[in-house]
């Protein structure tokens, strides 16, 4: 039997991932920007202005990326969309069953739903994390693949989770010493600039 729809599904990201992020950027921008072009005598005020601009068009550019991220379920196939990557299609017919369960994230303690879809060989088609969708997104693409949906109310540890479901990581999970090198950047680039922030107002850098 053919799993094509009557009618498109289309489900998105939560929004207030946009709005924390935008809002986590601005207050970083009025911290840092704010007191430079109050207090800056020496003239840098335009590099100021000009660094907090590259940001405000970088933040345009991931707003209107973010406003297409989306899953879609129509005619026979999945296309799923996510921020700042290109969209990957899936035919409902190779998914063979979908579990829906609930997971807590590293250092929480609540739970969040989870679901992962499976081909008939085990291999992980498609996964979506209630971290970035609602739990209704959730169960209405669940329900949409027309597949076999298994669903499970006893939460699991995220090492649960990955013991039982080892297919289901993304390249990135489960690897302690890229999230250290990766967290070791992020301080180097805030670091650095704070360092040019302090050399553009001609702060003192050698406790003089």
């Known amino acids: 039997m053919s799993r094509a729809h009557d009618a498109p599904l289309v489900v998105r990201p939560r929004?207030?991932?946009l709005r924390d992020?935008?809002?986590?950027?601005?207050?970083?921008?009025?911290?840092?920007g704010a007191?430079?072009?109050l207090t800056v005598p020496n003239g840098n005020g335009p590099v100021v202005i000009a660094a907090a601009g590259v940001v405000v068009v970088l933040c345009v550019i991931g707003v209107l990326d973010f406003a297409r991220a989306a899953i879609t379920i129509t005619e026979g196939e999945l296309v799923k969309r996510a921020f700042l990557t290109p969209p990957f299609r899936v035919p409902l017919d190779r998914i063979e069953s979908v579990h829906v369960?609930?997971?807590?994230?590293?250092?929480?303690?609540?739970?969040?739903?989870?679901?992962?879809?499976?081909s008939a060989e085990g291999e992980r088609l498609f996964r979506m994390r209630g971290q970035f969708w609602t739990?209704?997104?959730?169960?209405q693409v669940a329900e949409a693949t027309?597949?076999?949906?298994?669903?499970s109310d006893e939460p699991l540890t995220q090492k649960e989770f990955h013991d039982q479901w080892q297919q289901a990581a993304y390249w990135?999970?489960?690897?302690?010493?890229?999230a250290a090198a990766g967290f070791t950047g992020a301080v180097v680039v805030a670091a650095a600039i704070v360092y040019g922030m302090l050399v553009l107002a001609?702060?003192?850098?050698?406790g003089a």
């Open 15 to 17: 929004r207030r991932l």
């Open 101 to 118: 369960l609930e997971v807590y994230p590293s250092g929480t303690t609540r739970s969040v739903p989870q679901l992962l879809a499976l």
């Open 146 to 151: 027309k597949a076999v949906v298994i669903r």
């Open 172 to 178: 990135y999970e489960n690897r302690p010493v890229l």
């Open 135 to 139: 739990r209704n997104a959730i169960d």
């Open 202 to 206: 001609d702060a003192p850098l050698n």
């Open 21 to 32: 992020g935008l809002l986590a950027i601005g207050l970083v921008l009025i911290v840092l």
């Open 35 to 37: 007191p430079l072009l």
